[in-house]
């Protein structure tokens, strides 16, 4: 949470439920910069001002539509172009919508 720009965090988050073992640690450690970099992790770019049009698709049971969710706010308030679909289903669930996205973005994009 606090790679996330300061705008964009929740002011009632009190962190980790539990601390982390030192096994966590050690693969913390080996990972963090890879899973902090806004390559890896776009939401926590300090700007996305001056991205390319970009379409956003969010499930209903998908584990990370809040961050996607968060994420297309801060597009649309960089004023990046965003196409937003967003329908039932679950993270995983991608290769079986994927003639339908194709042609989803065909159309709109």
Request: net charge positive; proline share 7%.
């Amino acid at each position: 949470m606090d790679a996330l720009p300061a705008k964009y965090r929740r002011r009632n988050h009190s962190g980790p439920a539990a601390r982390p073992r030192r096994v966590d640690r050690r693969l913390w450690d080996r990972l963090r910069s890879k899973l902090l970099s806004p390559y890896f992790s776009p939401l926590l770019a300090d700007s996305v001002a001056g991205l390319p049009q970009t379409f956003v698709l969010t499930l209903e049971r998908d584990p990370l539509r809040d961050e996607a969710l968060l994420y297309l706010l801060r597009l649309t308030e960089a004023g990046v172009r965003v196409t937003h679909a967003h329908q039932s289903g679950y993270h995983g669930d991608l290769p079986a919508r994927l003639h339908e996205l194709i042609q989803y973005t065909r159309t709109h994009l």
